[in-house]
């Protein structure tokens, strides 16, 4: 039997389960709740104590846990008395799942509409909550999680500054989704090749950033020919490391606002990964060595966007 990964965060207790509900323990998969039954509170804190933080669901019932995640999402996200806390973290664990099945199984179409569906949570919650923002940066991941957690960041503020730029509502779900995927071509990656996203941009030698952007590519044919994937969406995935100056991997030197937007935000909290420098920092080390890679008017926008949403306290 195929086991799919979902994060403990969006299953909620005293829920009616329409699925079967595994845990993972000691290389085995084991049958935690029946469809039908419902968690306890109790159960459900003590594996949050446990530090437990996905369960597992077999194939067959993917679309009845999507079903049911969906409805808790739209239920969750638009009550009033569910506190902004529980709201983050629901859309991120709907994000970080629907991410995780994106690089186990990067042609399923039902992960890619959970990451669709997901990328949309994402923008209500920071749209319609002021603290979302810090809260998602606030949030640091385990190494094994970082680009998981990469993808969700660069989805979150992304969105944030495609809606302060007066971008459409179908260009903000497209940077968002595309935000969620663009790094899926990493998946192929060696362990050796992986490295290479943690080294910062200014050490990769020309042989280093051969490969490295392969990424670019190998996420353009992992997403190429599948109906769903709109053209709009393929673009913003391909072109993700595209600089005005054409030195990215496609030596693009026109991009349209979604795509400058995508990468602006994706090489600003890359840098704080592997540059390990302070958000501030980073800002001002980007004003200096991104001169002629974005537009400066973007730039700054950007600037005043982390100024606003206290990205820059830390
Ligand atoms: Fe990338
Ligand atoms: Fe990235």
Do not use: W
């Not at 680009?147 to 509502?169: M, R, Y």
């Not at 599948?226 to 969406?233: D, E, G, L, N, S």
């Amino acid at each position: 039997m195929e086991f799919t990964p979902l994060r403990i965060t969006t299953v909620k207790p005293l829920r009616e389960l329409t699925f079967d509900l595994y845990i993972h323990f000691k290389e085995q998969y084991l049958c935690y709740a029946k469809r039908g039954e419902q968690l306890s509170e109790e159960k459900f804190l003590k594996l949050k104590a446990q530090k437990i933080a996905k369960f597992f669901i077999t194939e067959g019932d993917e679309s009845n846990y999507q079903k049911f995640l969906d409805a808790l999402l739209d239920e969750t996200l638009s009550n009033p008395k569910v506190d902004i806390e529980e709201k983050v973290s629901m859309a991120e664990g709907a994000a970080e799942s629907a991410v995780e099945r994106m690089q186990k199984d990067p042609g399923s179409e039902s992960a890619y509409r959970a990451t669709e569906k997901a990328a949309k949570s994402m923008r209500q919650v920071i749209l319609n909550n002021p603290d979302a923002l810090k809260k998602i940066f606030g949030k640091k991941a385990d190494k094994s999680e970082e680009v998981i957690k990469h993808s969700l960041n660069v989805c979150a503020l992304s969105v944030k500054l495609a809606e302060i730029l007066k971008c459409s509502e179908k260009e903000m779900d497209d940077i968002g989704t595309a935000a969620l995927i663009h790094d899926i071509g990493m998946t192929n990656m060696s362990k050796a090749d992986m490295e290479l996203f943690y080294k910062p941009k200014k050490l990769l030698s020309n042989d280093d950033k051969r490969v490295y952007y392969m990424h670019t590519k190998d996420a353009a044919s992992l997403l190429k020919d599948k109906a769903y994937v709109t053209p709009a969406i393929l673009e913003l995935v391909s072109n993700h490391e595209e600089v005005l100056s054409g030195l990215g991997p496609n030596k693009k030197k026109k991009l349209s606002l979604s795509e400058e937007i995508l990468s602006l935000v994706n090489n600003y909290d890359k840098r704080t990964i592997t540059n390990k420098t302070s958000p501030a920092q980073t800002l001002k080390d980007m004003m200096i060595d991104e001169l002629g890679n974005y537009d400066l008017k973007l730039l700054n926008e950007f600037k005043k966007v982390l100024h606003t949403e206290g990205l820059l306290l830390e």
